[in-house]
């Protein structure tokens, strides 16, 4: 599995802020609608129904939030960079400005702990992020995200 495979260059969005996480959730199932023509309020309270089960920030300003969704045949994903950071209540209690959403099919098993790994292996490279970091244009992050080294199958 690749990151191509998973994540559509619609899909990539800068943005410059949001006011809370609640509202970072809007902004994410939102994307994934229009992305991967999902309804919003099914992905919206997907995601924060997960997110009530332990906080997906992972640390050093990322966040891997997912759900699993009834209306998918395959695991998409969508990515988000604030020019601010937000709270997130992440492991590190750094506030966080990259978050690789996934999404997957209910029974999507042990795809959608690949999809997991390869992205919390993409988001772990300090280059790869540092990258997402200094750039806004969505078709330049959906570049920097593919073309990571990390994005090959394990």
Same mark, same amino acid.
């Given at each position: 599995?690749?990151?191509?495979?998973?994540?559509?260059?619609?899909?990539?969005?800068?943005? @410059?802020?949001?006011?809370?996480?609640?509202?970072? #959730?809007?902004? *994410? =199932?939102?994307?994934? $609608?229009?992305?991967?023509? %999902?309804?919003?309020?099914?992905?919206?309270?997907?995601?924060?129904?997960?997110?009530?089960?332990?906080?997906?920030?992972?640390?050093?300003?990322?966040?891997?939030?997912?759900?699993?969704?009834?209306?998918?045949?395959?695991?998409?994903?969508?990515?988000?960079?604030?020019?601010?950071?937000?709270?997130?209540?992440? @492991?590190?209690?750094?506030?966080?400005?990259?978050? #690789?959403?996934? *999404? =997957?099919?209910?029974? $999507?098993?042990?795809?959608? %702990?690949?999809?997991?790994?390869?992205?919390?292996?993409?988001?772990?490279?300090?280059?790869?992020?540092?990258?997402?970091?200094?750039?806004?244009?969505?078709?330049?992050?959906?570049?920097?995200?593919?073309?990571?080294?990390?994005?090959?199958?394990?």
């Amino acid at each position: 599995m690749t990151i191509n495979e998973i994540l559509v260059p619609d899909s990539v969005r800068s943005i @410059s802020t949001v006011s809370s996480k609640k509202r970072l #959730f809007q902004e *994410l =199932a939102e994307q994934a $609608a229009a992305s991967y023509d %999902l309804p919003q309020s099914v992905v919206l309270e997907a995601l924060q129904e997960r997110e009530n089960l332990g906080p997906t920030g992972v640390g050093q300003g990322v966040a891997l939030p997912h759900a699993r969704l009834d209306e998918l045949d395959k695991v998409v994903a969508v990515f988000l960079r604030l020019d601010k950071p937000v709270d997130f209540e992440s @492991s590190d209690r750094q506030p966080v400005d990259l978050f #690789f959403c996934l *999404l =997957a099919p209910t029974n $999507a098993g042990v795809e959608h %702990l690949k999809a997991l790994a390869l992205v919390s292996r993409t988001m772990r490279m300090s280059q790869t992020c540092a990258k997402l970091r200094a750039n806004d244009d969505p078709m330049t992050l959906f570049t920097i995200l593919t073309d990571s080294e990390s994005s090959q199958a394990a």
